[in-house]
């Protein structure tokens, strides 16, 4: 079993609707990530949290520690808003703070 | 401020050949990643430097591949000789500090094709 799980592990959905991916993590962490990664591009770092909740522009990252779930929200979305949305968090402990994946969630906005 | 660069962005090699990747962290950044992502997974690290000291390399397949940061600013990774498994893009990452608690920065990859 993966120690981050994604889900869906893909979505399409319509222009201007509200968007929800999950994660779910089985180990202790200092922080988790939500990361995109665009067709041939690179990774960009959206998120990093911690605790709560983070917002900005239409994007909406939220972490429940107890639960060791996070979910990310996308708010009126649009077809550029189509990526890979990955999932990763950081081990607690010391030593490497390397990042852990999930496999991604390859989302489509069709206009 | 510049971003992270990697070098080169395409590779294709035959089984068995050598090959070296490039990367050039953020100015001011102690710790450099390097990630393996094969197509349809989420990247995978194999090796992690801060300043020029290896943090940890648990899953870096020390058969094949070989990875150095001599000067802890850029850093090249070795795979000799290649296997077809090896086929996948090379990420590197950079954080100021330890990616504990502080954002990574990712390069946009060299994609290795092995046939």
């Known amino acids: 079993k993966n120690e981050v799980e994604q889900s869906p592990q893909n979505l399409t959905a319509q222009e201007g609707e509200f968007i929800t991916i999950n994660c779910s993590y089985s180990?202790?962490?200092?922080?988790l990530h939500w990361l995109q990664q665009h067709p041939g591009g690179g990774i960009v770092s959206l998120f990093m949290?911690?605790?709560g909740k983070k917002k900005h522009g239409r994007l909406i990252a939220t972490i429940n520690i107890q639960e060791k779930h996070s979910s990310l929200h996308i708010t009126a979305s649009h077809p550029r808003d189509s990526a890979v949305y990955i999932c990763?968090?950081?081990?607690?402990?010391?030593?490497?703070?390397?990042?852990?994946f999930g496999k991604g969630t390859h989302l489509i906005i069709q206009p | 401020e510049a971003g992270v660069a990697q070098s080169p962005r395409y590779k294709i090699i035959e089984k068995r050949q050598s090959v070296a990747f490039w990367c050039n962290p953020i100015?001011?950044?102690?710790?450099l990643y390097w990630y393996q992502q094969i197509l349809g997974q989420g990247p995978k690290l194999l090796i992690q430097?801060?300043?020029?000291?290896?943090?940890?390399d648990s899953q870096l397949p020390k058969d094949r591949f070989s990875a150095e940061r001599l000067k802890g600013v850029d850093s090249t990774l070795k795979i000799q000789p290649a296997k077809l498994e090896d086929s996948a893009v090379y990420l590197c990452?950079?954080?100021?500090?330890?990616?504990?608690?502080?954002?990574?920065?990712f390069g946009p990859g060299t994609r290795l094709t092995v046939l």
């Open positions: 990452a950079s954080s100021f500090l330890s990616g504990r608690n502080d954002e990574q920065f």
């Open positions: 180990v202790g962490i200092s922080a």
């Open positions: 100015s001011g950044h102690a710790t």
């Open positions: 949290l911690s605790s």
């Open positions: 990763a968090v950081t081990l607690s402990g010391g030593g490497a703070d390397g990042l852990t």
């Open positions: 430097f801060q300043n020029n000291g290896v943090v940890d």
